[in-house]
T-cell receptor, first 112, second 113 residues
Framework: DQQVKQNSPSLSVQEGRISILNCDYT??????FLWYKKYPAEGPTFLIS?????DKNEDGRFTVFLNKSAKHLSLHIVPSQPGDSAVYFC???????????FGTGTSLTVIP | EAQVTQNPRYLITVTGKKLTVTCSQN?????MSWYRQDPGLGLRQIYY???????DKGDVPEGYKVSRKEKRNFPLILESPSPNQTSLYFC????????????FGQGTRLTVV
């Protein structure tokens, strides 16, 4: 059963607006959550992470929010740019630190 | 340039013919892992290695083998490939098991007919 879920397969946003990508998880023992970005024909690249003891982490235009009680995290991109168009994967690390679990991805299209 | 290199990038093979997908990293990373990406299922971890000679099963290890005889290389072996192993495979490495960020290879598109 999928422990990390991304329920929106795709999202379209106008350039300059905010993109919000969502992710839900089931295992309360995950200790870190990550977002990866993937362009076609390339491997995923790390974007941003958050520890399970934090509720927000910001890096430039990217902010990740964690709501532990709801087992939900979100990635905000402000302002969105056409180069942000990619598939975004949410991932979580097991409490033992050995394994990673990924969501199914959300394809973001930023319209110029 | 720091990178994770997978070979081949594309492979079409027949059921039952043993194959190896190679993965090499030049960053002196301790932790390496293999994933497969399938539509509707995202990336699923097949095997991982915390260091040389230390490997362990991920979420979907059935039908795969790995070895870690040296730090830089982590080959994925399919002893008897089957059509349900048709997938996009990614190798990844990170500095250690304690490191969050992983570096991924460009992927290997495998088709088993």
């Amino acid at each position: 059963d999928q422990q990390v879920k991304q329920n929106s397969p795709s999202l379209s946003v106008q350039e300059g607006r905010i993109s919000i990508l969502n992710c839900d998880y089931t295992n309360s023992m995950f200790d870190y959550f990550l977002w990866y970005k993937k362009y076609p024909a390339e491997g995923p690249t790390f974007l941003i992470s958050i520890s399970s003891i934090k509720d927000k982490n910001e890096d430039g235009r990217f902010t990740v929010f964690l709501n532990k009680s709801a087992k939900h995290l979100s990635l905000h991109i402000v302002p969105s740019q056409p180069g942000d168009s990619a598939v975004y994967f949410c991932a979580a690390r097991s409490g033992t630190g050995n394994q990673f679990y990924f969501g199914t991805g959300t394809s973001l299209t930023v319209i110029p | 340039e720091a990178q994770v290199t997978q070979n081949p990038r594309y492979l079409i093979t027949v059921t039952g013919k043993k194959l190896t997908v190679t993965c090499s990293q030049n960053m002196n990373h301790e932790y390496m892992s293999w994933y497969r990406q399938d539509p509707g299922l995202g990336l699923r971890q097949i095997y991982y290695s915390m260091n040389v000679e230390v490997t362990d099963k991920g979420d979907v290890p059935e039908g795969y083998k790995v070895s870690r005889k040296e730090k830089r290389n982590f080959p994925l072996i399919l002893e008897s490939p089957s059509p349900n192993q048709t997938s996009l495979y990614f190798c990844a490495s990170s500095l250690s098991v304690y490191t969050i960020e992983a570096f991924f290879g460009q992927g290997t598109r495998l088709t088993v007919v």
